[in-house]
């Protein structure tokens, strides 16, 4: 009998820290239903934070896996889409009966949809290399975050009419799905100058420590700081489109035409691999 292939210990690490995510966002549905709103918004704050290391985790260790991938979406897919959508119903949106739980209901729709087509286009082969930068919508933990705000305004004595807070909903959905391009910030931040080592980590403590101590400012003002940011990921997208086609032009092989009669274009000499330009989409 063939002995099972043992796993490594590396590859187990990372989908540990998405379960434990999956019981926090389990666990502020539960919260929800009893009323104690603070708490259930805790568990999903925290719930993002462990989804923003664990795919981190995963690629530093070298513990990547399609399990773990398929995994961290269903995860994402109750954390950032139904909980959210059930905070929100329980905190206001009942008001509204039946068109306030369908806006729940859409808005964990559009977070199942913008998981769906995120793991379509990362295995699309024919991606510029630049794509990486940006995120096709509102990602679903961002999302998340973002339409708890007026939940956030609630408790700092703010009133949300609740059809500002159905209408809001809706629109946060609707840039979950759209085609919008988001700065995704992947790439950047894998490696600190040394200089910059102990600032990082004094701007980090000092972050959290104001996230625990005045958490409804904080995630509130951040919110609205991520919402006035969002055009910044168009213009960008639209630099690496007009630089590329830029390229495409300048690396365009000319066509010779005489008396009226295009000539067929010639064929450039073999360059090295090195001597390539990127990736074109």
Not at 76 to 88: E, K, Q, R, S, T
Not at 105 to 111: H, L
Request: charged letters at 15%; hydrophobic letters at 55%.
């Amino acid at each position: 009998m063939r002995r099972l292939r043992q796993i490594p210990v590396r590859t187990l690490v990372p989908n540990v820290i998405t379960l434990l995510a999956l019981c926090a966002g389990l666990t502020g549905i539960r919260l929800a239903i009893e009323g104690r709103l603070e708490l259930a918004l805790a568990a999903i704050v925290f719930a993002a934070m462990l989804d923003a290391i664990d795919g981190r985790v995963a690629r530093m260790i070298k513990g990547t896996s399609r399990f773990g991938a398929e995994l961290d979406s269903l995860a994402d897919f109750v954390n950032f889409g139904v909980a959210p959508g059930l905070i929100l119903y329980f905190w206001g949106l009942h008001d509204w009966g039946n068109l306030g739980w369908i806006s729940a209901m859409v808005f964990a729709i559009c977070a199942s949809l913008r998981l769906a087509r995120f793991n379509v286009q990362i295995e699309d082969p024919n991606r510029p290399p630049w794509a990486g930068n940006f995120f096709t919508g509102v990602p679903a933990p961002a999302g998340a975050i973002t339409v708890l705000l007026p939940v956030y305004l609630s408790f700092l004595g703010l009133p949300v009419p609740a059809i500002a807070t159905l209408l809001y909903t809706l629109v946060i959905a609707a840039l979950m799905v759209s085609r919008l391009p988001v700065l995704s910030g992947k790439r950047m931040g894998t490696r600190v100058p040394p200089e910059m080592v102990l600032p990082v980590i004094v701007v980090a403590v000092l972050l959290i420590a104001l996230l625990i101590s005045y958490p409804w400012p904080v995630l509130a003002v951040g919110v609205v700081v991520y919402l006035g940011t969002l055009p910044l990921g168009w213009f960008s997208y639209r630099g690496y489109q007009r630089a590329d086609a830029a390229a495409a032009r300048d690396n365009a092989p000319p066509v010779v035409a005489a008396h009226g009669v295009s000539q067929p274009a010639a064929v450039p000499p073999e360059r090295s691999d090195d001597e390539r330009p990127i990736r074109l989409n």
